[in-house]
């Protein structure tokens, strides 16, 4: 792979997750709403959604991290 596909699948990546970040964010907001309105166990369910978001978050990361290891990222 040529260091200008591996440019533009970080960028594809970090793309992904700046989007997961900000559905990440409104469910965070979501869940402050519900401890706002007193209903804290509400709160709770709505931020357990957010396991799924923070793993693929994680594994985003990890891919974008790997390919930036790589010695012709960033050398054309």
Not at 37 to 54: H, K, P, R, W
């Amino acid at each position: 792979m040529n260091a200008q596909a591996k440019e533009l699948i970080i960028k594809e990546l970090l793309d992904e997750i700046q989007q997961n970040l900000r559905s990440a964010k409104k469910s965070v907001m979501a869940a402050k709403a519900c401890t706002d309105a007193g209903s804290i166990s509400q709160a709770v369910q709505v931020s357990m959604e957010l396991d799924q978001t923070i793993y693929d978050l994680g594994r985003l990361h990890d891919a974008v991290t790997l390919l930036g290891r790589s010695p012709k990222v960033g050398r054309t």
